[in-house]
């Protein structure tokens, strides 16, 4: 079920920056805050991994690969999340996938292409 609203991906070089968004329409989401908000990822050929998470009560985790470098924020008054992404590395190409769950639900964004060239 597609229903969040993922942008700012784009084409950069290595050790550049980006920053992705993510909204939660209001249309939908009548409610942000109790929400466990997460980005994945996917490349070519290889599984979606989770990149980080921002739990409802902002608990945040990183994987390995992306620990200070990237940063996920959360907006709950404009129902939005972020992820700053810096120093990034070809590595880091992939398809960015926003997601929310709550209980049983779970929400997933079209997602947004990052590619990193050399």
Known sequence: QVTLVESGGGL??????????????????????????SWYRQAPGKQRELVASISSNKRIEYVD?????????????????????????????????CNAKRGGDEYWGQGTQVTVFS
């Open 12 to 37: 950069v070089q290595p050790g550049e920056s980006l920053r992705l968004s993510c909204a939660a329409p209001r249309a939908i989401f009548s409610v942000f805050a109790p929400l466990d908000m």
């Open 65 to 97: 690969s992306v620990r200070d470098r990237f940063t996920i924020s959360r907006d709950n008054s404009r129902k939005i999340i972020r992820l700053q992404m810096n120093n990034l590395r070809p590595e880091d190409t992939a398809v960015y996938f």
